[in-house]
């Protein structure tokens, strides 16, 4: 899915929450591990979360970890989550 030029993958497998999920892209993050945090956080959301609240919990762990996205925004990985959840 292309968000601000650039694209989000996402692999998610869940039933009324998302059980695994990996992000990738052509977008960076500095530093990368922090989306390994990004993911294990969103372990867990309930599938009915709004894209919102997914995009608020993704902006809380990148402050956690300091880390810097850049090529894309914490809502344009939320929105490719909710479309990824059928959504």
Avoid: C, W, Y
């Avoid at 993911?39 to 880390?67: P, Y």
Wanted: hydrophobic share 45%.
């Amino acid at each position: 899915m292309l968000h601000s030029g650039k694209l989000v993958r996402v692999k998610v497998a869940h039933h009324d929450f998302i059980e695994r999920i990996e992000i990738s892209g052509d977008f960076s993050l500095r530093p990368p591990e922090a989306m390994r945090e990004v993911e294990r956080n969103l372990v867990g959301v309930e599938v009915e979360s709004t894209e919102q609240g997914i995009a608020d919990l993704i902006l809380e762990t990148l402050l956690e970890h300091h880390a810097v996205l850049e090529g894309v925004t914490a809502s344009d990985i939320a929105r490719a989550i909710k479309k990824a959840l059928g959504g």
